[in-house]
């Protein structure tokens, strides 16, 4: 690839594959066809169950909402616009923009929340599908509009490059999409597992023993309610602000926890303690010394309880969030059952840990692809 001079003000972008040298051009998508969207179809037409798979909004690209007979589908076919293969479906509210790649199968897709470009030859699909996930829709940038008109689609710009430069751009770009498309689901299939694994290597209830166990342990496993066994410490001596050159780890609830780092005197006995998210149900195990944001996070941990296995023990038996409230009461109620044998919770604690490494591991390869397609797409493109 060729890295374009920013000192040359022209409609080219900053990275460009070889060969390719002429401006983009300057078009509105209107120029380049018409928005089309399906005929509505009414709930009465809809089932549980069908030969079609019905789609609105908010499912497109996912689990339908219903389904509806052949005869419906094949009779709306034959008498309205419907998207051919490779068409890009756009989403018109809601999560505005979001699109699919329609692959043929037989499906439909519900009036006008779901709209697509009928588009000349002059676009490639796979080029067009990247420009819609960057674009900024004409009259939506700070505006209250809360949904993508015909005539928002249509007044869109968008620069051109040649037919050529476009199909490059795309498989260069599909390509990347399937490497994503493939670590998510690899990321997918561990986490599907790890759900498993914590329902085997915990006993079911009215078991004693779990279904799946390391070799060598044959001990019954003891029930009890949290409340029993956790140990609450103290938070207020650990609660700080961000500071501009801390070194230690402020913790906040929710998908985030590390928010910052802050000086002074913080929570020292951090290995055998769990940070449990009040309002989030969300759990955090640390790996130094750190301190709290807010009264929310509660410091945990429980006597003859080996670290990684209570961080286990509490993933497994975690209540499901209930809103903005407070989950520690209900988690204090909630039965467990646990080994008092040492050993085999080291064993245990050592396996959901290396497996949440390898989660994380992937990930952070995940979220590395990711941000190496916004690159990509900020230089790529006009």
Request: hydrophobic share 35%; net charge neutral; aromatic share 14%.
């Given at each position: 690839?060729?890295?374009?001079?920013?000192?040359?003000?022209?409609?080219?972008?900053?990275?460009?594959?070889?060969?390719?040298?002429?401006?983009?051009?300057?078009?509105?998508?209107?120029?380049?066809?018409?928005?089309?969207?399906?005929?509505?179809?009414?709930?009465?037409?809809?089932?549980?169950?069908?030969?079609?798979?019905?789609?609105?909004?908010?499912?497109?690209?996912?689990?339908?909402?219903?389904?509806?007979?052949?005869?419906?589908?094949?009779?709306?076919?034959?008498?309205?616009q419907y998207p051919e293969v490779g068409d890009i479906?756009?989403?018109?509210?809601?999560?505005?923009g979001r699109t699919v790649v329609y692959q043929g199968?037989?499906?439909?897709?519900?009036?006008?929340?779901?709209?697509?470009?009928?588009?000349?030859?002059?676009?490639?699909?796979?080029f067009l599908k990247q420009f819609y996930s960057i674009?900024?829709?004409?009259?939506?940038?700070?505006?209250?509009?809360?949904?993508?008109?015909?005539?928002?689609?249509?007044?869109?710009?968008?620069?051109?490059?040649?037919?050529?430069?476009?199909?490059?751009?795309?498989?260069?770009?599909?390509?990347?999409?399937?490497?994503?498309?493939?670590?998510?689901?690899?990321?997918?299939?561990?986490?599907?597992?790890?759900?498993?694994?914590?329902?085997?290597?915990?006993?079911?209830?009215?078991?004693?023993?779990?279904?799946?166990?390391?070799?060598?342990?044959?001990?019954?496993?003891?029930?009890?309610?949290?409340?029993?066994?956790?140990?609450?410490?103290?938070?207020?001596?650990?609660?700080?602000?961000?500071?501009?050159?801390?070194?230690?780890?402020?913790?906040?609830?929710?998908?985030?926890?590390?928010?910052?780092?802050?000086?002074?005197?913080?929570?020292?006995?951090?290995?055998?303690?769990?940070?449990?998210?009040?309002?989030?149900?969300?759990?955090?195990?640390?790996?130094?010394?750190?301190?709290?944001?807010?009264?929310?996070?509660?410091?945990?941990?429980?006597?003859?309880?080996?670290?990684?296995?209570?961080?286990?023990?509490?993933?497994?038996?975690?209540?499901?969030?209930?809103?903005?409230?407070?989950?520690?009461?209900?988690?204090?109620?909630?039965?467990?059952?646990?080994?008092?044998?040492?050993?085999?919770?080291?064993?245990?604690?050592?396996?959901?840990?290396?497996?949440?490494?390898?989660?994380?591991?992937?990930?952070?390869?995940?979220?590395?692809?990711?941000?190496?397609?916004?690159?990509?797409?900020?230089?790529?493109?006009?």
């Open positions: 690839m060729a890295k374009i001079d920013d000192s040359v003000k022209k409609k080219v972008p900053e990275l460009r594959f070889p060969g390719f040298t002429d401006d983009w051009e300057e078009r509105k998508l209107g120029d380049l066809g018409s928005v089309a969207m399906n005929k509505r179809i009414f709930k009465e037409q809809t089932s549980d169950v069908g030969d079609i798979p019905f789609y609105k909004i908010g499912t497109f690209g996912g689990t339908p909402d219903a389904f509806i007979s052949r005869d419906i589908f094949e009779e709306y076919k034959s008498k309205y479906l756009i989403s018109a509210s809601g999560s505005i199968y037989d499906e439909y897709f519900q009036d006008s929340n779901i709209v697509w470009l009928k588009h000349d030859q002059q676009l490639d699909n796979s674009v900024k829709w004409q009259g939506l940038e700070g505006s209250t509009i809360k949904r993508l008109y015909n005539k928002n689609i249509l007044e869109t710009k968008i620069t051109l490059p040649s037919p050529e430069e476009q199909a490059q751009l795309g498989s260069f770009f599909k390509q990347l999409d399937d490497t994503i498309a493939l670590h998510q689901r690899k990321l997918d299939l561990l986490k599907e597992q790890k759900k498993g694994y914590l329902q085997k290597m915990f006993p079911k209830n009215g078991e004693k023993v779990p279904e799946l166990r390391f070799a060598g342990f044959a001990d019954a496993w003891e029930q009890r309610k949290f409340k029993d066994i956790l140990k609450t410490h103290s938070f207020r001596s650990y609660l700080a602000g961000v500071s501009e050159n801390g070194e230690y780890e402020v913790i906040q609830q929710g998908d985030k926890p590390i928010i910052g780092y802050s000086d002074g005197e913080p929570f020292t006995d951090y290995k055998d303690v769990t940070l449990f998210g009040d309002h989030t149900v969300s759990l955090y195990k640390p790996k130094s010394p750190f301190f709290v944001a807010t009264d929310g996070v509660k410091i945990l941990s429980a006597d003859n309880f080996e670290g990684d296995y209570l961080y286990t023990t509490l993933e497994r038996y975690k209540p499901e969030p209930q809103g903005y409230k407070r989950h520690f009461t209900i988690l204090k109620n909630q039965d467990v059952w646990f080994t008092e044998n040492m050993e085999e919770q080291q064993k245990i604690g050592s396996f959901f840990k290396q497996l949440d490494d390898t989660i994380a591991l992937r990930q952070r390869k995940l979220d590395l692809l990711k941000e190496q397609k916004k690159g990509f797409l900020q230089k790529m493109f006009v």
